[in-house]
């Protein structure tokens, strides 16, 4: 069972400056098999990146999904007021899927 | 649009049975796997299981394995979880969700969720 660690766990920015966000894996995963989701306060998640790489529908081009093997990241290129939340990665594509644990991002 | 309604939800005692269904429209529900995932109270997210498109395949978190099963009605469009001897680490907010992949037999990343429903196990 593939374990996900996210680092940090919370990240004090300001709007408009950029924020990364970490994922290792336990063990390798397909680049095919990774995404991160978002979620705000009340609100269910929503799909950001999938293929490790891929926007999903409506997402815009601030986000931006990179790794490979154990190490995957999230970088949002300047932060709108909209973007403060919390992020989920996640494995996918086989038996036992998982969640990291999340990341805050917070307005410093 | 997708629209997925969760219901069953509610306070129910340690040991107890609660069955979950989430409502499904606007898309081809017969083409895509379908998945639980849970949120307990101030937690992260939690898979919790899985079913394939056609109901040919279903996988478990090690937590509920043995004690939920997720079954689907393509004729209903409906996706149903139940859990049986419920624990109070079960407390949580229950998710459906749709796979993005159709026609695959493995857990896919999930780009429509539900609203979710509460379960509280307590006594």
């Known amino acids: 069972e593939i374990v996900l660690t996210q680092s940090p766990g919370t990240l004090s920015l300001s709007p408009g400056e950029r924020a990364t966000l970490f994922c290792r894996a336990s063990q390798s995963v397909g680049s095919a098999f990774f995404g991160w989701y978002q979620q705000k306060p009340g609100q269910a998640p929503r799909l950001l990146i999938y293929g490790t790489s891929s926007r999903a529908a409506g997402i815009p081009d601030r986000f931006r999904g990179s790794g490979s093997g154990t190490d995957f990241s999230l970088t949002i290129s300047r932060l709108e007021p909209e973007d403060f939340a919390v992020y989920y990665c996640q494995q996918y594509g086989s038996s036992h899927l998982a969640f990291g644990q999340g990341t805050k991002v917070e307005i410093k | 649009q997708v629209l997925l309604v969760e219901s069953g939800g509610g306070v129910v005692q340690p040991g107890g049975s609660l069955r979950l269904s989430c409502a499904a429209s606007g898309f081809s529900f017969s083409r895509h796997g379908m998945q639980w995932v849970r949120q307990a109270p101030g937690k992260g997210l939690e898979w919790v299981a899985f079913?394939?498109?056609?109901?040919?395949?279903?996988y478990y978190a090690d937590s509920v394995k043995g004690r939920f099963a997720v079954s689907r009605d393509n004729s209903k469009n409906t996706v149903y979880l139940q859990m049986n001897s419920l624990r109070s680490e079960d407390t949580a907010v229950y998710y459906c969700?749709?796979?993005?992949?159709?026609?695959?037999?493995?857990?896919?990343?999930?780009?429509?969720w539900g609203q979710g429903t509460l379960v509280t196990v307590s006594s």
């Open positions: 969700t749709k796979d993005q992949a159709t026609d695959w037999q493995a857990g896919d990343c999930s780009n429509s």
């Open positions: 079913i394939q498109y056609d109901g040919t395949n279903t």
